[in-house]
């Protein structure tokens, strides 16, 4: 799926740098500003320090002064709403019209943002085959427009597949058997010295012990901890040593 950013007549640079950077997190890098407020919005300060490190899709991006320019090529035209127009197209949330149109097959999808201070023109609305409304609280449903497009742009990039979440610690290597029973004796030991384990009438102590570290899967450090817990509590029942 080919699939475009077009922002209509933009008014603040760091917001053209929020769109970059909401686009490149999600893996989209074809943006269209169509008559910005500045010239060259793309070169403003603002503008890059917004796109904190999208500088690939600000290079990229282009700047047209029509509409009709930056719809070139475009297949499925996605207006973005908050208010439903007579006689315009029907009104879905993203997830609800994306998923499906992930499945159509190849096209070549545009999502249009209107301006932050006047919004989209009834007469754009009408050239889209979708209005995507953001289901916000009806009470307060205001996105600026940074947040909207990293909003559109995740649930296009879910819609078409996603991508994988990475472990951000390395995978739990559990002790073995060996080494849990061999901690459990320690403990038992222990138990013992200080008291509040009776060896003459055990009861389940222990049983129930080991199903608890069957369930927590203690790692080989965590064993190493738990041994030393236990030689502490021995230590301490058998009290400071003479010389």
């Given at each position: 799926?080919?699939?475009?950013f077009i922002?209509?007549?933009?008014s603040h640079?760091?917001?053209?740098?929020?769109?970059?950077?909401?686009?490149?997190?999600?893996?989209?890098?074809?943006?269209?500003?169509?008559?910005?407020?500045?010239?060259?919005?793309?070169?403003?300060?603002?503008t890059?320090?917004?796109?904190?490190g999208?500088?690939?899709?600000l290079?990229n991006?282009?700047?047209?002064?029509?509409?009709?320019?930056?719809?070139?090529?475009?297949?499925?035209?996605c207006?973005?709403?908050?208010?439903?127009?007579?006689?315009?197209?029907?009104t879905?949330?993203?997830?609800?019209?994306?998923?499906?149109?992930?499945?159509?097959?190849?096209?070549?999808?545009?999502?249009?943002?209107?301006?932050?201070?006047?919004?989209m023109?009834?007469e754009?609305?009408?050239?889209?085959?979708?209005?995507?409304?953001?289901?916000?609280?009806?009470?307060f449903?205001?996105?600026?427009?940074g947040a909207?497009?990293?909003?559109?742009?995740?649930?296009?990039?879910?819609?078409?597949?996603?991508y994988?979440?990475?472990d951000a610690?390395?995978?739990?290597?559990a002790?073995?058997?060996?080494?849990?029973?061999?901690m459990?004796?320690?403990?038992?030991?222990?138990?013992?010295?200080?008291?509040?384990l009776?060896?003459?009438?055990p009861?389940?102590?222990?049983?129930?012990?080991?199903?608890?570290?069957?369930?927590?899967?203690?790692?080989?450090e965590?064993?190493?901890?738990?041994?030393g817990?236990?030689k502490a509590?021995?230590?301490?029942?058998?009290?400071?040593?003479?010389?």
């Amino acid at each position: 799926m080919r699939t475009r950013f077009i922002l209509i007549q933009t008014s603040h640079a760091g917001n053209v740098g929020a769109a970059a950077r909401a686009m490149k997190t999600m893996g989209f890098d074809d943006l269209v500003l169509v008559a910005p407020r500045w010239a060259n919005v793309l070169r403003r300060e603002e503008t890059i320090q917004r796109a904190s490190g999208a500088l690939d899709v600000l290079t990229n991006a282009r700047i047209v002064e029509t509409l009709d320019e930056a719809l070139d090529g475009v297949t499925h035209l996605c207006a973005t709403a908050m208010i439903p127009r007579d006689f315009g197209p029907p009104t879905r949330t993203p997830r609800e019209h994306l998923e499906p149109l992930a499945k159509q097959g190849e096209q070549h999808v545009a999502f249009l943002f209107g301006s932050e201070r006047f919004g989209m023109r009834n007469e754009d609305v009408y050239r889209c085959n979708v209005a995507l409304s953001i289901p916000t609280d009806p009470k307060f449903g205001s996105l600026n427009l940074g947040a909207a497009i990293q909003v559109v742009a995740y649930e296009w990039r879910l819609a078409l597949g996603g991508y994988g979440v990475r472990d951000a610690t390395a995978p739990i290597e559990a002790a073995d058997a060996k080494a849990v029973a061999g901690m459990l004796e320690h403990w038992e030991r222990s138990l013992v010295e200080i008291g509040f384990l009776d060896p003459a009438a055990p009861k389940k102590l222990m049983p129930r012990l080991q199903q608890l570290f069957n369930r927590a899967q203690p790692t080989p450090e965590e064993i190493h901890i738990l041994r030393g817990i236990a030689k502490a509590m021995a230590d301490a029942a058998r009290g400071p040593r003479n010389g």
